[in-house]
């Protein structure tokens, strides 16, 4: 069966770093886009990166465009969203989603001094 695990979230503080990681199974993961989305509490999930399914095409909210990088791994079966530059408005749970419809759980991410 599908699976998606995200990892990597936490607290930091205002300007620092975090590495998310998605890893996949169950499904030809080099065949698919992956996707970050994230939700803060009482607003709705908004998308935040994409990547095509080789890695040659993404996408990024113009919220964190020149802060967040995604990138893939197809040898890994595993998407990341590198998080620069953080801001307190960046907390959510980032969830990690497969273009053939199926999302992971979800890993708090909290920037707060």
């Known amino acids: 069966q599908v699976q998606l695990v995200e990892s990597g979230g936490g607290l930091v503080q205002p300007g620092g770093s975090l590495r998310l990681s998605c890893a996949a199974s169950?499904?030809?993961?080099?065949?698919?886009?992956m996707s970050w989305y994230r939700q803060a509490p009482g607003k709705e999930r908004e998308l935040v990166a994409r990547?095509?399914?080789?890695?040659?095409?993404?996408n990024y909210a113009d919220s964190v465009k020149g802060r967040f990088t995604i990138s893939r791994d197809n040898a890994k079966n595993t998407v990341y969203l590198q998080m620069n530059s953080l801001r307190p408005e960046d907390t959510a749970v980032y969830y990690c989603?497969?273009?053939?419809?199926?999302w992971g759980q979800g890993t708090q991410v909290t920037v707060s001094s």
């Open positions: 990547i095509s399914n080789y890695g040659l095409r993404t």
């Open positions: 169950g499904f030809t993961f080099s065949s698919y886009a």
């Open positions: 989603f497969a273009q053939l419809g199926f």
